[in-house]
């Protein structure tokens, strides 16, 4: 299976401060259709995961563009620019080109 | 608006059969791809499986010999059957449509003790 270990574990940042999570890749997620299936969710206290970025860089619809995505191949990141309050939660990769999909570790973004 | 809610028990002793149902309104799962993902205790996410539009079915190799992904178009509604469960297979359960995962259900806790 394929392993997605994310970095940080634990995030801690202030309202405005822009952050970056990893998510590192055992193997190449490039699948033979040209697409990289990288997604990033974001799960809120007491709330299921949300979408938050598909394909490595593209923003799902209502999702503020203060987020983003980037990378190729093995290495992906996430970025927020200006942490805002409601971004505190859990944010996890997850990879749908390999089967069995597979999810990274989670990064716990906590207020500082 | 596309909307998934899970049901069904929260409590399942050890050995028996845990049983989820989806039910989906606003969009037809006759179309795209459904699924279940469990989380464990702690942020452990786990990709259970899923059933297609056309009803063919695909499993994580883990679960394999113990895990079923049947639907009822008339309902608009799939089911989950994990089979000779354990206190390990203790964790809240979500429906989401897949392959894009933008959609999910609220999540149902279940707990395996006896």
């Known amino acids: 299976d394929v392993v997605l270990t994310q970095t940080p574990p634990t995030l801690s940042a202030t309202i405005g401060q822009s952050v970056s999570i990893s998510c590192r890749s055992s193997?190449?997620?490039?699948?033979?259709?040209?697409?990289?299936?990288l997604n990033w969710l974001l799960q809120r206290p007491g709330q299921p995961p949300q979408l938050l970025i598909y394909?490595?860089?593209r923003l799902e619809s209502g999702v503020p563009n203060r987020f983003s995505g980037s990378g190729s191949g093995t290495d992906f990141t996430l970025k927020i620019s200006g942490v805002e309050a409601e971004d505190l939660g859990v944010y996890y990769c997850?990879?749908?080109?390999?089967?069995?999909?597979?999810f990274g570790g989670g990064t716990k973004l906590e207020l500082k | 608006e596309v909307q998934l809610q899970e049901s069904g028990p929260g409590l399942v002793k050890p050995s028996q059969s845990l049983s989820l149902t989806c039910s989906v309104t606003?969009?037809?799962?006759?179309?795209?791809?459904w699924g279940w993902i469990r989380k464990f205790p702690g942020n452990k996410m786990e990709w259970m499986g899923y059933?297609?539009?056309?009803?063919?079915?695909s499993y994580n190799p883990s679960l394999k010999s113990r895990i079923s992904i049947t639907r009822d178009t008339s309902k608009n509604q799939f089911f989950l059957q994990l089979n000779s469960v354990t206190t390990e297979d203790t964790a809240t359960y979500y429906c989401?449509?897949?392959?894009?995962?933008?959609?999910w259900g609220q999540g149902v806790m279940v707990t395996v003790s006896s």
């Open positions: 394909l490595v860089s």
């Open positions: 193997q190449s997620l490039l699948h033979s259709n040209g697409n990289t299936y």
């Open positions: 059933i297609s539009y056309s009803g063919s079915t």
């Open positions: 606003g969009y037809s799962i006759t179309s795209n791809y």
């Open positions: 989401a449509r897949y392959v894009t995962l933008d959609y």
């Open positions: 997850v990879q749908s080109t390999h089967a069995p999909w597979t």
